[in-house]
């Protein structure tokens, strides 16, 4: 028996379905070790699960179960398969297709970047933002990130985490899948600063003239209502960044 349903991140749904062979056959989220599955027998739960589960994993119960609890982490449309005895394969037959999760996030519009630069005034700082905006209902996971000086001396850039808005719009970052709008969720703003503001994650001292990609060794998560800034000490002067990233539902 093939069976789909509608998942809601956080929400288990109930299967009620006698069988002792249970499989995740798919899944149309993009994010991997999405499922939590918990098997009952009698009302009981039985000593068999499958957790941070993918398409193709499978538990096979000897005692058999009446019942399965799956929850999703994100919003999904999820399809299993119930069956008695010992059946099914994972043998792949015909083509093999191997997804580019990066072209994937572009080809449906959930891929977005912007750059731009500053020039701050007398006794300030310049400041760049990426905004997520309150409410948005997805976080910004950013994947790339690459700032550089365009005037001045060597200096550092400062990559930090707010949780404060900056005074004036640029623009919402575009989407890298042309066919689709810019997003709706976040913003690029710029703003002046007397100090470099929030949580510091990166510091970078660089030469002028050199754009560097940020060495992000995993992606940095900006919540609804926050923010991540790239600013630089030296006053009277310029900063520019170019940000990368893709939107999560929440």
């Known amino acids: 028996m093939l069976i789909r349903e509608i998942f809601a991140a956080g929400i288990p749904k109930a299967f009620n379905h006698p069988g002792n062979y249970f499989r995740i056959k798919r899944v149309t989220g993009l994010v991997p070790e999405s499922l939590d599955c918990t098997f009952f027998k009698n009302g009981a739960v039985i000593d068999v699960d499958v957790t941070k589960a993918d398409p193709g994993d499978f538990a096979f119960v000897p005692d058999g179960f009446d019942r399965v609890e799956v929850v999703s982490t994100i919003?999904?449309?999820?399809?299993?398969?119930?069956?008695?005895?010992?059946?099914?394969?994972?043998?792949?037959?015909?083509?093999?297709?191997?997804?580019?999760?990066?072209?994937?996030?572009?080809?449906?519009?959930?891929?977005?970047?912007?750059?731009?630069?500053?020039?701050?005034?007398?006794?300030?700082?310049?400041?760049?933002?990426?905004?997520?905006?309150?409410?948005?209902?997805?976080?910004?996971?950013?994947?790339?990130?690459?700032?550089?000086?365009?005037?001045?001396?060597?200096?550092?850039?400062?990559v930090s985490t707010v949780a404060v808005a900056l005074a004036a719009?640029?623009?919402?970052?575009?989407?890298?899948?042309?066919s689709f709008v810019a997003s709706v969720a976040a913003q690029i703003r710029i703003g002046t600063q007397a100090l470099p503001s929030g949580v510091v994650i990166a510091f970078l001292p660089l030469n002028v003239g050199v754009s560097f990609p940020v060495p992000l060794k995993a992606p940095v998560i900006v919540p609804p209502g926050s923010g991540l800034n790239v600013s630089r000490y030296q006053l009277v002067s310029d900063v520019a960044a170019t940000f990368s990233y893709y939107e999560e539902p929440i």
């Open 75 to 158: 919003a999904q449309d999820v399809t299993v398969q119930i069956a008695r005895g010992r059946v099914g394969s994972d043998r792949v037959m015909g083509d093999v297709s191997v997804i580019d999760v990066s072209a994937e996030r572009a080809r449906n519009g959930s891929a977005f970047s912007y750059g731009t630069n500053l020039v701050s005034g007398a006794g300030l700082v310049p400041v760049i933002q990426l905004w997520n905006l309150p409410g948005s209902g997805k976080n910004l996971v950013v994947d790339e990130l690459v700032v550089g000086l365009i005037t001045g001396a060597q200096d550092v850039v400062l």
């Open 169 to 178: 719009l640029v623009a919402s970052p575009n989407a890298k899948n042309r």
